[in-house]
């Protein structure tokens, strides 16, 4: 597959792509974090802040930062409710603008493969939180078919064509273990999450999954014989129910761990 790193610049189209999967997932990350109230977060790679959302609505935080490379991801994530409480900054993961031992808890949620390089990006997680802070993750099992877009994607290539992808490798549940390890964090643990979502129907299914921005150029390049020849696979591997709904899963992968005292 082609690598490349792609940036997600609408929040709104980001909202109905992917913003709805990363709260089904989000949910169930944080219930396995149960981690207490009160504590000083910050959300990296937050996005048009659909995780941010579910922080301060579950979790009673005293504190959340968001950081995001884009100002357009932002500005959707400043009209949540949530911003009562969060705050939003642009930046970059792996040189985040605060001090060492800012927050009690620092997270990625769908980030981490779009991060240039990942350890980097965890260093710079380790140095935010306190002595004893939680350092987390959640990332789409891209490598063994949990992607959301994977029926997509996987008929892309059995057409003999070269979709555009973040690199992968990140999303492996021993790569983020191991990322974990290298980077001195104790107690580290994973979770498989698993989830579901349902559309109305196939079109809404297809128009919704076209606004990720690393599947519009290729389908985009796409002779228009071949488009229709995409969707009629991919329509094959999805089923609809009596009413014509279509329900797909999907499966991420999750790690956890504590900054030495």
């Known amino acids: 597959m082609a690598e490349l790193q792609i940036r997600f610049d609408d929040g709104a189209d980001y909202e109905q792509m992917m913003g709805i999967w990363s709260r089904f997932a989000g949910e169930m990350f944080l219930d396995w974090l149960a981690l207490p109230s009160d504590l000083r977060w910050i959300d990296i790679g937050c996005g048009n802040g659909a995780f941010t959302e579910l922080l301060v609505e579950r979790c009673r935080p005293m504190e959340v930062q968001g950081i995001d490379p884009s100002e357009g991801q932002l500005a959707f994530a400043r009209t949540r409710p949530a911003s009562r409480l969060a705050k939003f900054h642009q930046g970059n993961a792996m040189a985040l603008p605060f001090a060492d031992s800012s927050f009690d808890a620092a997270v990625m949620a769908l980030v981490l493969v779009f991060v240039r390089d990942p350890a980097k990006g965890v260093s710079e997680m380790v140095r935010v939180v306190v002595p004893g802070g939680a350092v987390m993750t959640y990332m789409w099992d891209m490598l063994g078919g949990g992607f959301p877009l994977d029926a ?15 690199p992968m490798d990140a999303s492996r549940m021993e790569a983020l273990r191991d990322l974990w390890i290298a980077a001195g964090l104790e107690e580290v643990q994973t979770e498989e999450i698993t989830v ?11 128009m919704t999954n076209l606004k990720f921005p690393g599947l519009r150029p290729t389908v985009e390049a796409m002779k228009a014989g071949d488009v229709e020849t995409l969707i009629s696979r991919v329509r094959a591997r999805l089923p609809a129910d ?7 899963s999907a499966r991420a992968h999750a790690v956890r761990g504590r900054r030495p005292k």
């Open 242 to 248: 009596a009413d014509g709904r279509i329900t797909c």
């Open 196 to 206: 579901h979502r349902t559309f109305a129907n196939f079109d809404d299914f297809w």
């Open 152 to 166: 997509i994607y996987s008929e892309i290539q059995a057409m003999g064509i070269v979709p555009a992808l973040p």
